[in-house]
């Protein structure tokens, strides 16, 4: 969704990504190697709640001038309502004053109180989900009650959505590549050399997509609206570009409510954290007889799949722009797959079928997942942009590298990073931009124990940066955890609101695996 999604299987979903909502389900399709396109396996779970748009396929262009104002805005199932669309101007990158000047555009649902409180912001996930996509799928709900407390703005990032700024790529001609550690890696670091050169020939001021222009974006929207202060309201990605605002504009922040927590050194997770996670998951397989005895032990089987295809990589038929073609899928595809099933439970619950078919060399069960693969090597611009500026501070670097070699996922995880960093020089944030720091705002933040995505030791990092906080813990949800639980959304409503929300533990039933 995202915050990561590597190969982020969109079983479409921002999502998911994220992290967020938008397009119809797709099927068990679509794996997109993309991190941030938001999360596939959240999709997978949440059909509806897949951006499709972010599936690294390039967003579209954004509406005219003349859509801007009232209109009726097509939410979940059907549902509709009144909504204005806005647009504003900023510099593409403040440090450069020849960069050209950028529209990013927002969804507003304007507020049923009487008297309502500072504008809630969503911040989308990703890097690359649309908060307007978000508001079209099953967190659609949580938009329509928060008006009860204030206005509430679905803002799409720039390079996103009613804010996208980077001209769609023309279809790769380059061979396909392995999908092997060295194959993916040296494809997606030769396309973004090439595609970065080519963006900024076409006058785009690539070096101004990060977290830190992102923030002030943020900071100019408060402005346009004119508000005192805001609220934001993110997830995964989302909360990482909180952190950014809350350090570089925290006087104008009223409070936050963030889910699915990253912090400014955690674009890439700790593979120790994922192995913690999947010995949690294989505890999880004692509760089904047949399962636990058809899998001794999960990460011991993950391993050896991943170690034979890397080894000798299957041949898995796919489409590339619709026509039938074959991929060699290698151990370091699957990793990326299960990198993105691991988000949420429902996509969570399909790994041990999954491994069980490979093992016994029936490759064919990858199918499924890949959809077309021309969607799955594109590039957006925006989300690998954000990364690469986020980065990774040489400690934590030094750590992934150590832990990845023995992790059952590797450093997969985030893929393309930090497998891309060095590719383009000098877009780096620096270290000062990853430093923790005091937060003194009103905080609620929530967390699903099976967020295979942040998982909650990385997130305790994060959370005790806060020192007005509370917590709300869902027990077996995922990443995508806003709408896990039907009492999440009345918390957020009393949140924001201003009452004291007490520390909660809410719990779901856990899924429940299937060997076929």
Known sequence: MHRHSPMTAAIDRSRLADGGANGSARGMTNISLNRRAVLAAAALALPALA??????????????SSDAGPFRFKGWRGEETDAERGYFE????RRDPRSRKIRLGYVRFRSTAARPGPPIIYLAGGPGGEATGAATGPRFPIFMALRAVADVIAFDQRGTGLSSTIPERPVSTRPLPEFTQGGLTSYFRSELQSAWADWTRAGVAMAGYNTEQNADDIDDLRRHLGAEKVDLWGTSYGSHLALSILKRHGGRVNRVALSSLEGQDQTVKRPARIDAYLRQVDALLDADPAVRAAIPDLPALMRRVHTKLEAQPALTPVKLNGAPVEIRMGGFGVQMLASGLIANP?????????YLALDAGRTAALTPFMGDVAGLLGLRGMPEAMDLASGISPRRLAQ???????????????FPMPQLLGAIPGVDLG????APFRIDHPALLIAGSLDGRTPLAEQDEVAAQFRRKSRVIVENAGHNVFEAHPEVQPLLVRFFSGEAVADTRLTLPPPTFKLA
């Open 90 to 93: 900023v510099p593409e990158d």
């Open 431 to 434: 270290e000062n931009f990853r």
């Open 51 to 64: 951006l499709a748009r972010a599936s690294a396929q390039a967003a579209p262009q954004p509406a005219p």
């Open 346 to 354: 429902r996509t969570l619950a399909m790994l041990p079928a999954l």
């Open 400 to 414: 992934v590298r150590r832990e990845g070699r023995t992790a059952v996922l590797g450093e997969t995880l985030n």
